[in-house]
């Protein structure tokens, strides 16, 4: 589930499920949230692969 969030270029609110542009207006808004996520999990992995190979 997504949520709600608000098109700046015709201010209609709609669900955020990853669409890269308002499916009233088709104003295409910058995102960096998943790409963020995908970094933060692949620093998490570095960290618990190099924590692996202490430990072994
Ligand atoms: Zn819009």
Known sequence: MGDL???PSC???FEDDG???CPYC???FPRQRT????VAV????IMLW????GLF
């Open 42 to 45: 692949v620093l998490i992995l």
């Open 19 to 21: 669409q890269k542009a």
């Open 11 to 13: 201010a209609l609110e």
């Open 26 to 28: 088709g104003y295409e």
């Open 35 to 38: 790409s963020v996520k995908a």
């Open 50 to 53: 190099f924590a692996l190979q």
């Open 5 to 7: 969030r608000e098109c």
